[in-house]
């Protein structure tokens, strides 16, 4: 895995070698070898599609546990909409949002009203143009990383601005630290995640140097203790003293993003195999008509996250209903959203770079040998891409040949052809 933080890990003793995750993974970054399964750090782009296919539960994610907010003197929960598809809608945001308290924080604050200030600016910047069309979203980590890792010539399309959980977690830190007269290091701001990509990007962030967010924990360990907590609440009157937009709560699902900025020229594309799609598409200058990108790495947006409990198709009726029945604040004016803006707390302060990937050798002669060695494999390869030999495609498993991280005979076909000839 190298140096880089990544939130997906391997249990290696719970890996059988099945080939499920090398098929579903988007950028190539795992192999099978003498039936286990390895993940190359510098392709991985902690999507969780492995998590999801695996049958064996031996990829994990690391995310923080509910003991870790005991370190700060005050603890915050951000709660992304994606939370109340989990549960009925027969429970109220605010009865919500006090059952997350009862698990250990002093305060939870609903991001979906700072879902409503990134989908003003988002608004501001296909607006006014600001970014090559079709402007491309940076809520979901996992896209933005594939983009730097697949299709670096769209990074310019990313609208440079927050995710709605960086920008509630800096405005409400902000603001806790002046109201209540703390150090910065006494608050503890802990999202509760739905994927693992969200856990990257805190401890590893794309366009800002720290995020404010101190941790990251999984909805899947609290559901349980919150559904406890909600039964405890279910006499209690409704609560109130809570922020939340119906229109913001809309960002849990796929489109989401799209309805709150009332683009009318929109694409919504979930599921990292459909964005491929999408991005090669765009690759051979097609979709010209299209102004806005909302894409998402799991299948109908945040609530297919693997994180997640409920059925997402449950989940996703939760959040449409939800956000079609809750009162939702205006957006803000474009002169609000530059005044923001001009603060520099919300903004990207760093470039993000292509990923380069060196699939041969830093020496250019040499990387063109193994390159013209891995043709020579590829054409005496059965090219069905079947999986068996655990690289996801034949061209994967020819680089591997000649990289010195598999032989032929892995290959079955290959194999078969020896056996044969010995045979005879």
């Known amino acids: 895995m190298g140096n880089y933080f990544h939130s997906v890990i391997l249990k290696e003793e719970s890996c059988n070698g099945c080939t499920h995750c090398i098929k579903r993974c988007p950028t190539e970054a795992i192999r099978v070898r003498n039936r286990k399964a390895s993940i190359f750090g510098e392709r991985c782009i902690d999507c969780g599609e492995c998590i999801s296919v695996c049958p064996y539960h031996a990829q994990k994610a690391v995310t923080d546990d509910l003991e870790d907010i005991k370190k700060y003197k005050y603890k915050i929960a951000l709660v992304p909409p994606v939370v109340h598809g989990q549960l009925d809608t027969g429970y109220s945001i605010g009865k919500v949002l006090k059952a997350v308290e009862m698990l250990g924080f002093d305060r939870a604050y609903d991001i979906s009203p700072y879902c409503d200030v990134v989908s003003a600016i988002i608004k501001y910047y296909i607006d006014n143009n600001l970014v090559p069309k079709p402007a491309v979203s940076s809520d979901c980590p996992a896209i933005v990383r594939?983009?730097?890792?697949?299709y670096p010539d769209f990074?310019?399309?990313?609208?440079?601005?927050?995710?709605?959980?960086?920008?509630?977690?800096?405005?409400?830190k902000t603001r806790v630290v002046?109201?209540?007269?703390?150090?910065?290091?006494?608050?503890?701001?802990?999202f509760l995640t739905p994927c693992p990509a969200k856990v990257t990007s805190i401890r590893v962030p794309l366009g800002i140097g720290i995020s404010y967010t101190d941790g990251a924990v999984s909805v899947r360990k609290v559901f349980a203790s919150l559904c406890r907590n909600l039964k405890e609440l279910q006499n209690v009157e409704d609560v109130e003293g809570y922020e939340y937009?119906?229109?913001?709560?809309?960002?849990?699902r796929v489109g989401g993003q799209s309805y709150s900025i009332d683009s009318k020229h929109y694409l919504a594309v979930d599921g990292i195999e459909n964005v491929i799609k999408i991005f090669d598409e765009l690759e051979l200058g097609k979709l010209e008509d299209v102004d806005f990108l909302e894409a998402y790495g799991c299948l109908g947006g945040c609530v297919g996250g693997p994180l997640l409990v409920e059925n997402s198709f449950i989940a996703k009726r939760r959040i449409r209903y939800l956000s079609e029945n809750i009162a939702s604040p205006p957006l803000m004016s474009e002169e609000k959203v530059k005044e923001m803006l001009d603060t520099g707390i919300l903004k990207w302060t760093e470039e993000i770079k292509p990923k380069k990937l060196i699939s041969f050798d830093h020496d250019i002669k040499e990387a063109i040998k193994k390159m013209e060695k891995t043709e020579e494999i590829l054409k005496d390869l059965p090219?069905?891409?079947?999986?068996?030999?655990?690289?996801?495609?034949?061209?994967?498993?020819?680089?591997d040949i000649v990289n010195g991280r598999a032989r032929l005979e892995d290959c079955i076909f290959k194999l078969r052809e020896r056996v044969k000839k010995i045979e005879k």
């Open 383 to 399: 090219n069905i891409d079947c999986g068996s030999c655990g690289a996801p495609t034949c061209r994967a498993m020819a680089e």
């Open 245 to 252: 937009s119906g229109r913001g709560i809309g960002w849990g």
């Open 178 to 190: 002046k109201e209540k007269n703390f150090r910065p290091g006494d608050v503890g701001m802990f």
């Open 146 to 150: 594939l983009i730097q890792l697949r």
């Open 155 to 172: 990074l310019p399309n990313i609208i440079p601005i927050d995710s709605p959980m960086e920008v509630a977690a800096r405005l409400i």
